[in-house]
């Protein structure tokens, strides 16, 4: 399993990082990533990284976000700066075995808000 923490409410422009560690039950991991969804949309993708080093981001938080393992990639975290309103949704942990295929475990989802 993947528990994510670290979500809260922030003010515009704040930070936050949120933490996802995976269980012992989780293995042969190659690829971690964050997702998201806000109230009526579906969810994107926020970033991915594969075990080589190579991650990917979405558009929209190129320059704002990083993500990053610890050395075992058993956790995986998503630093977010500059935080906006639109960035305010339920942030899930994925992982999977296949790089950039659909991730075999997902993470309960914690959720981040931002106010103005």
């Known amino acids: 399993q993947l528990v994510e923490s670290g979500g809260g409410l922030v003010q515009a422009g704040g930070s936050l990082n949120l933490s996802c560690a995976a269980s012992?039950?989780?293995?042969?991991?190659?690829?971690m990533g964050w997702y998201r969804q806000a109230p009526g949309k579906q969810r994107e993708l926020v970033a991915r990284?594969?075990?080589?080093?190579?991650?990917m981001y979405a558009n929209s938080v190129k320059g704002r976000f990083t993500i990053s393992t610890d050395k075992g990639r058993n956790t995986v975290y998503l630093q977010m700066n500059s935080l906006k309103l639109e960035d305010t949704a339920v942030y899930y942990c994925?992982?999977?075995?296949?790089?950039?295929?659909?991730?075999?475990?997902w993470g309960q989802g914690t959720q981040v808000t931002v106010s103005s």
């Open positions: 994925g992982a999977g075995r296949f790089a950039f295929m659909s991730y075999d475990y």
């Open positions: 012992g039950s989780v293995f042969q991991i190659n690829d």
């Open positions: 990284t594969i075990r080589d080093g190579a991650s």
